[in-house]
């Protein structure tokens, strides 16, 4: 899968694309990040990429002719089609069943504005999608963006070392991961659940199972909600809402 970034500050990228597993993927050819710098395609000798905004008001307008110009040059050819995405916070609020749609796609282009905001025609050119990581305002998308690309790119097959990760991942069910432990098996008077030493698998996945049940209850119920509950899954809840209600008498 490839990434077209389209940025102000193409140095943001060096750093946290490059480590660990997004590092990695990028070494195995599983993924192609190009980052494109907006002020190249900006005209004049101080190639200005902001403006005063018509009408009036504080703060300064990102212009849309060189991040059209770059798109143009760099996004739209033969070999690419990509959706072009603009991080911002007026986006659909990103979550992973949106990163795993994005995930099937070829390629993505992203678009990071900066300044106060962007000339509307930026959106009503070139985008196709707006997505936001979520309602507080950062300085520029470039953050976003990074954001987006980890959560989309360790959904591309083999970029995880372990392909069974994402399956145990928070959200992959709809609910919340279940605690993890691992040596040593007392730490400051804290042990470890006895089932997870039992070597009894089928006790060990149900204990995990219910324990997920009961923290999406206790921390995020709004997603029990949004799922649609097994049989089986329903009849654990009853019984840890029971334990819960005995616990607080
Ligand atoms: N939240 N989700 C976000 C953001 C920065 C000024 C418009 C967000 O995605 N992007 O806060 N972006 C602003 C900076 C122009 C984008």
Not at 139 to 155: F, K, N, Q, S
Request: charged share 30%; net charge negative; proline share 4%.
């Amino acid at each position: 899968m490839y990434f077209n970034i389209l940025t102000l500050f193409p140095e943001m990228f060096n750093g946290p694309l490059n480590e660990s597993m997004i590092g990695r993927a990028q070494e195995n050819d599983l993924l192609d990040i190009n980052i494109i710098n907006i002020r190249d395609y900006a005209s004049g000798k101080h190639q200005v990429t902001d403006d005063a905004p018509y009408g009036g008001g504080a703060g300064m307008v990102m212009k849309v002719e060189p991040v059209y110009k770059a798109w143009e040059d760099k996004c739209r050819n033969e070999k690419d089609s990509s959706p072009v995405i603009l991080m911002s916070p007026q986006g659909r609020k990103l979550n992973q069943e949106i990163v795993k749609d994005l995930s099937a796609q070829e390629g993505l282009t992203v678009i990071c504005g900066h300044y106060e905001g962007f000339d509307d025609r930026i959106r009503s050119s070139i985008v196709t999608d707006e997505i936001s990581i979520g309602d507080y305002v950062l300085t520029g998308g470039e953050l976003a963006a990074m954001v987006l690309i980890d959560a989309v790119a360790r959904m591309i097959p083999g970029v995880l070392g372990d392909e069974n990760s994402v399956i145990n991942d928070s959200f992959y069910n709809g609910l919340l991961d279940y605690p993890h432990y691992t040596r040593p098996r007392s730490f400051k008077g804290m042990e470890v659940p006895e089932v997870l030493l039992s070597g009894n698998h089928a006790e060990i996945d149900k204990w995990r199972q219910q324990e997920s049940l009961k923290r999406t209850l206790l921390r995020r119920p709004d997603l029990l909600e949004m799922k649609t509950l097994t049989d089986e899954e329903i009849e654990l809840l009853e019984d840890i809402k029971k334990d819960l209600k005995v616990k607080k008498r």
